[in-house]
């Protein structure tokens, strides 16, 4: 299993940024897939995920978002492209922090540990 984010990058308070994780190699029926993120000092948390119930259009799915962050980012996956999107608006400085790509074969869960497939990182950079 391999997941590699893109489009991480420097924007300005109150701008925009689209995080793209292609995965390859997953071919698990019901999975989670999402995003969390780490800035310097501090641990990894959580900001969005999707529970995705097989791969057709016509799937169950369960959408997860952080308080920090509900209302400005939204999660979606293209099952096609075997892609996961994290739309990111009404950015803050807070936000600055290295962002990961992360699965799990099972329903989702909020800790890090839980997730045993990992992107190596995209860094989002808010001033």
């Known amino acids: 299993v391999q997941l590699v984010e893109s489009g991480g990058g420097s924007v300005q308070a109150r701008g925009s940024l689209r995080l793209s994780c292609a995965a390859s190699?997953?071919?698990?029926?019901?999975?989670?897939m999402g995003w969390f993120r780490q800035a310097p000092g501090r641990e990894r948390e959580e900001v969005a995920f999707?529970?995705?119930?097989?791969?057709?259009?016509?799937?169950?799915?369960?959408?997860y978002y952080a308080d920090s962050v509900k209302g400005r980012f939204t999660v979606s996956r293209d099952n096609a492209k075997n892609m996961v999107y994290l739309q990111m608006n009404s950015l803050k400085p807070e936000d600055t922090a290295m962002y990961y790509c992360?699965?799990?074969?099972?329903?989702?869960?909020?800790?890090?540990?839980?997730?045993?497939?990992w992107g190596l990182g995209t860094q989002v950079t808010v001033s």
């Open positions: 190699g997953y071919t698990q029926t019901r999975h989670c």
């Open positions: 999707v529970y995705m119930v097989g791969s057709s259009t016509i799937s169950a799915d369960s959408v």
């Open positions: 992360a699965a799990r074969s099972a329903a989702c869960l909020s800790t890090p540990a839980s997730f045993p497939y």
